[in-house]
């Protein structure tokens, strides 16, 4: 069972650091002004999400 938690944190941290790593390259091309923080917001909670479902099978396997 503790493998499965530290396999399921690790993916999140994994997942997480690829999204920031993602809304760094994507943040220039968005346009400045009132309506960058919510792109960017939106941005983040689309991607993360995706990411986490798309590599479910390793946390539930195991690495």
Not at 17 to 24: E, H, P
Not at 30 to 51: D, E, K
Request: charged share 10%; net charge positive; aromatic share 14%.
């Amino acid at each position: 069972m503790a493998i499965r938690w530290i396999g399921w944190t690790a993916l999140m941290v994994v997942t997480g650091q690829v999204t920031a790593y993602l809304r760094s390259q994507i943040d220039p091309l968005v346009p400045s002004g009132q309506w960058h923080g919510l792109l960017s917001g939106i941005f983040v909670i689309v991607v993360w999400p995706a990411l986490m479902w798309s590599l479910r099978s390793f946390a539930r396997n195991g690495f």
